[in-house]
């Protein structure tokens, strides 16, 4: 019988049996007093009351004289009032003002004599440009109520109260633990088998942000004792312990069994994807959360579930973040078992926001860095389709997503240097590209879900690239073409060529191993082409159906010994210091529609295209040629 968790409730569920367990058994936050200087960000814990007013006396509000009010009663421009050097006293801004006087009278008001008298052609009003005691803070009355985050600005006004310490809610200590027998420290050249510790880096930057502080213990080797001990000691000394990896199902994972021996387990198993071999348990009243080994797993099941205690603990509403309404651009398939958490890219195409979903597996770490939103398919539903509206939780602002420019299609390392050079030209634009392939590029045009795509779609028959294409899926126009670089397509091969491949048909060797770009990708067409005219049989190609989403994701295969040979660019070659065999040059060009063709975005990415930087960086990357980038080809 197989490995089965010991729950599999809905997170819902889980949150909030497992605060209600926690709070029974005394989970509640502790105060520490601070000097107001370093209180910045911190959670008040009682109301804070002023201890002095502020300002503290009668203060000049300007640069001037303070005078006695009625010693200018009736000074006009025709009727002027002189008064002696002994009837008045300059002061700056912030002065005190001197006993008996009871206004001030701007410098830009005054006309001195040589005697040192002075001559007023307005009357003063009592107490006028006079900062009054208390004007601002009254002795007594309440700065900052409980619960309440200190800002800059509150600090200016507590130690203007004469405030000079505060009583905040400490920050509660979270304990890291790492485990596992193949965690290493970072390092540039882990050995196979090695897998970085760098979870730990990144839930104590998710803790640091959300108001906690983090202690990471030393890697605790899979051996079940030392788990406990470590245990033992991390629930001794912090408020609450996350341990890492181990969690699921594999021979070496004794977390559950640790977490029962050192507390309580109270639940093994939610219901969500990734994150499902999640532990939630105790020792006492102190946390203990088992969280996955894949760091995107655990980045979830840290802001689901931790972060809603860290809220109960500072006695704040739980953050849900934005959510806003989104177009899909491609189909989402999920299983019925789970809710899942879906990265997405998203972005403005004239008022549709677009989220296109990255790569879901609980490792890809990188995704989670892409993303701009998290989509959440519902337990017990099958998915969403490709043009579906979908509500969508924002990772960061709509006015980002207005100024981000959205490429859907073919892959090219050059995508990623044209968003650094817009972002570089202007702060406030960014690109994000998605890749579905040149047919996704085109399909996603179609549906208005993109303002540009990269394609180079060969036609068999006339040896064209791209323009039949345009003409059979855009018969009525609608769509302009924008030159970008030819490039060098070709097979990539492992460094000094070790099994002697000469030529395409070459692939369908006994003993190469091929790997292959994705069904409707540009590259793929070119495969297929080739596959049909050197006579080579698609099924005979071990590995033709092994499928990879980039050109570099297809040379780091073949740079790790995991395939002998792939078609890609001669840029993602060099990258990787492979061989390369050249098949053809083909074009690679953008894709715009009319409707946002005169939009700034497109502006911007044309005037980018022809820039003697963009020129610089191609060339720098090898295998490109650029004849005239930016400008349009004629189609129709």
Not at 32 to 41: K, N
Request: glycine content about 10%; charged content about 25%.
């Amino acid at each position: 019988m197989g490995f089965s968790y010991l729950t599999n409730v809905p997170l819902e569920q889980a949150r909030a049996e497992y605060l209600t367990k926690l709070l029974e058994k005394g989970f509640s936050a502790e105060n520490e007093t601070v000097p107001v200087s370093g209180a910045c960000g911190r959670i008040t814990s009682r109301a804070v009351y002023a201890k002095s007013n502020a300002p503290h006396y009668a203060a000049s509000a300007m640069d001037g004289i303070a005078i006695a009010a009625r010693d200018s009663f009736g000074a006009t421009e025709t009727t002027p009032v002189t008064l002696p050097p002994d009837r008045f006293t300059q002061v700056d801004t912030g002065d005190p003002v001197p006993a008996g006087c009871d206004a001030v009278i701007m410098a830009e008001d005054l006309v001195f004599s040589e005697d040192g008298a002075v001559t007023l052609h307005t009357s003063a009003a009592p107490w006028q440009h006079i900062r009054q005691i208390g004007e601002d803070i009254c002795a007594g009355e309440m700065i900052l109520p409980s619960f309440t985050e200190v800002t800059p600005a509150a600090i200016g006004a507590l130690i203007a109260g004469g405030v000079t310490e505060l009583e905040v809610i400490r920050r509660p200590l979270v304990g890291i633990i790492p485990t596992g027998d193949e965690i290493v420290p970072p390092c540039a050249d882990p050995k196979p088998g090695d897998i970085l510790e760098f979870n730990s880096s990144i839930f104590r930057a998710m803790l640091t942000g959300h108001g906690a502080e983090a202690k990471t213990y030393p890697v605790v080797p899979d051996r079940f004792d030392e788990i406990c001990a470590m245990l033992e000691k991390a629930a001794d000394e912090c408020d609450m312990v996350i341990i890492n990896a181990g969690s699921s199902a594999g021979r070496d994972d004794y977390s559950a069994e640790a977490v029962k021996k050192t507390g309580e387990v109270l639940f093994h198993g939610i219901a969500i994807k990734p994150g499902k071999p999640a532990i939630l348990g105790c020792r006492g009243e102190k946390p203990i959360l088992g969280v996955p080994g894949y760091p995107v797993s655990g980045m979830i099941v840290i802001e689901e579930l931790l972060y809603p205690l860290l809220d109960a603990w500072y006695g704040r509403q739980s953050d849900t973040g934005t959510r806003t309404s989104a177009v899909l651009s491609r189909p989402v398939v999920s299983g019925l078992k789970y809710r899942e958490f879906v990265r997405v890219r998203m972005g403005y195409v004239g008022d549709k926001l677009v989220a296109s979903p990255l790569p879901r597996g609980s490792g890809v770490v990188s995704s989670f860095m892409k993303a701009d939103g998290i989509l959440e398919v519902p337990q017990n539903m099958e998915g969403f389709s490709a043009g579906e509206a979908v509500r969508v939780r924002l990772l960061g602002s709509k006015k980002k997503l207005k100024n981000t420019l959205v490429v859907i299609g073919s892959h090219d390392p050059l995508l990623d240097e044209l968003a650094d050079l817009l972002h570089r030209g202007d702060r406030s634009i960014f690109l994000s590209s998605s890749h579905v392939g040149s047919m996704g590029g085109i399909m996603a045009i179609r549906r208005g879900e993109a303002h540009a795509a990269g394609i180079h779609l060969l036609d068999t028959e006339t040896g064209e690239y791209n323009r039949s294409y345009l003409k059979k899926y855009f018969p009525q126009g609608g769509v302009r073409l924008v030159r970008c670089v030819g490039r060098l397509q070709g097979l990539m091969l492992q460094k000094d060529n070790p099994l002697g491949i000469r030529c395409f048909a070459d692939i369908a060797r006994e003993g190469v191993r091929y790997v292959n770009r994705q069904k409707g990708s540009g590259t793929r067409i070119l495969a297929d082409h080739l596959c049909r005219k050197e006579g080579v049989n698609p099924a005979s190609v071990y590995g033709y159906d092994r499928e990879e989403t980039t050109h570099n994701a297809v040379a780091v295969q073949i740079a790790e010994n995991s395939a002998d040979a792939g078609m890609g660019i001669y840029s993602a070659a060099k990258l990787y210091g492979l061989d390369f065999l050249p098949v053809c040059t083909e074009e690679y060009d953008l894709l715009i529609p009319e409707t946002v063709w005169n939009s700034s975005l497109v502006r911007q990415l044309l005037r980018t295209l022809k820039s003697d930087a963009f020129r610089e960086r191609i060339e720098a990357m090898g295998g490109y040629t650029l004849d005239r980038p930016g400008e349009l080809i004629d189609v129709f």
